[in-house]
């Protein structure tokens, strides 16, 4: 895999991800529910504006997918909605083993969902290369991983 581009912080990959999706018009966030929700809903909140839609796919159930609204509160899950999509953004929770999504599954989801996209762009958005130490990109055609890592100080004053 060759590096593109580095940033720095929360800020910085919500930057490169803005880049990245800057001719996307549906982008739908494929991720586990809780942990991947928020995390989706800050991306989407990047792009609220933008008049692109965002929408929300808990694991590998199409029927429970959300869009993503922008409200006083920020960004929240909304009404049921078709989960198709001209990009998919799959997040690194779904790799995780405990998780138990299969990788195989998850690839036949994603073609589904772009099968109609004249345009098509699969990313990755992960902490500690997940997707790539589970060997997602074997089996998935990813376009780009965004691939962070988080350093945390737990410091007493």
């Known amino acids: 895999m060759q590096i593109i581009s580095t940033s720095k912080g929360i800020g910085g990959q919500l930057t490169e991800f803005r880049k990245l999706v800057n001719g996307s018009q549906r982008i739908t966030f494929i991720g586990t ?4 929700t928020p995390f989706a809903e800050l991306m989407a909140f990047v792009l609220r504006g933008t008049g692109k839609e965002s929408i929300f796919l808990p694991n590998l159930q199409s029927d429970e997918a959300r869009i993503i609204v922008s409200s006083s509160q920020g ?12 990009t998919v953004v799959l997040l690194g929770g779904l790799a995780m083993p405990k998780i ?8 036949m989801l994603v073609d589904n969902l772009l099968q109609d996209a004249e345009k098509k762009l699969v990313i990755g958005v992960c902490f500690q290369s997940m997707l790539i130490e589970q060997k997602w990109p074997e089996i998935i055609d990813f376009d780009y991983i965004i691939d962070a890592d988080l350093t945390n100080e737990v410091k007493k004053v």
Do not use: H, Y
């Open 33 to 36: 529910v809780g942990f991947c």
């Open 75 to 86: 960004m929240q899950l909304g009404d049921i909605v078709d989960p198709s999509a001209d």
């Open 100 to 107: 138990g999504v299969e990788p195989e599954k998850m690839k």
